[in-house]
T-cell receptor, first 111, second 113 residues
Framework: LAKTTQPISMDSYEGQEVNITCSHNNIATNDYITWYQQFPSQGPRFIIQGYKTKVTNEVASLFIPADRKSSTLSLPRVSLSDTAVYYCLVGSSGSARQLTFGSGTQLTVLP | SQTIHQWPATLVQPVGSPLSLECTVEGTSNPNLYWYRQAAGRGLQLLFYSVGIGQISSEVPQNLSASRPQDRQFILSSKKLLLSDSGFYLC????????????FGSGTRLTVV
């Protein structure tokens, strides 16, 4: 299983760019990197997924270096509503046993 | 589009009582299904997963069991609840392919008293 390590918490201010890094030193060749956002008392919500280099969608960017041993979720111009827990998940959805979440990063956006 | 339904949203049960939480998926066939538990302020703990009807794998030995009587139905059960079973229970489904994420239900807040 690819174990992930993330910072426990981060603070930011409205309008700033936030970068959350996840370490996954033993990522396997067929593993993808997926990030989720969770608000209190709700299920996690898919944000973005990537395999290598850079992926961008309407809400975030995901940067993955060539060795794939880490990844960085970038949230541009955060707002108060981005306050949530962010989880990095490494694995392949084709293998159910690899669906293991880390402890997540609590992002708090301040006014 | 695919949707996932989970109920009830909240549940308060006495110690020693049985439990049955149900999860159903619409808009897809042969999904991988998962049950997670989240203690207050903690991460998600994978409890069970299923790749098909009647196929259940347990990740953590405990007071709970799971069943998959139909392709798109996943049930979490207990014969006798313990105080330690309190938590936020989440059902999720995945396509079983390498790409794509997982879709989670809205969760059930279980309080055992």
């Amino acid at each position: 299983l690819a174990k992930t390590t993330q910072p426990i918490s981060m603070d930011s201010y409205e309008g700033q760019e936030v970068n959350i890094t996840c370490s996954h030193n033993n990522i396997a060749t067929n593993d993808y990197i997926t990030w989720y956002q969770q608000f209190p008392s709700q299920g996690p919500r898919f944000i973005i997924q990537g395999y290598k280099t850079k992926v961008t969608n309407e809400v975030a960017s995901l940067f993955i270096p060539a060795d794939r041993k880490s990844s960085t979720l970038s949230l541009p111009r955060v707002s108060l509503s981005d306050t949530a827990v962010y989880y990095c998940l490494v694995g392949s959805s084709g293998s159910a046993r690899q669906l293991t979440f880390g402890s997540g990063t609590q992002l708090t956006v301040l006014p | 589009s695919q949707t996932i339904h989970q109920w009830p949203a909240t549940l308060v049960q006495p110690v020693g009582s049985p439990l049955s939480l149900e999860c159903t998926v619409e808009g897809t066939s042969n999904p991988n299904l998962y049950w997670y538990r989240q203690a207050a302020g903690r991460g998600l703990q994978l409890l069970f997963y299923s790749v098909g009807i009647g196929q259940i794998s347990s990740e953590v030995p405990q007071n709970l069991s799971a069943s998959r009587p139909q392709d798109r139905q996943f049930i979490l059960s207990s014969k006798k609840l313990l105080l330690s079973d309190s938590g936020f229970y989440l059902c999720a489904w995945g396509s079983g392919t390498e790409t794509g994420g997982y879709t989670f239900g809205s969760g059930t807040r279980l309080t055992v008293v």
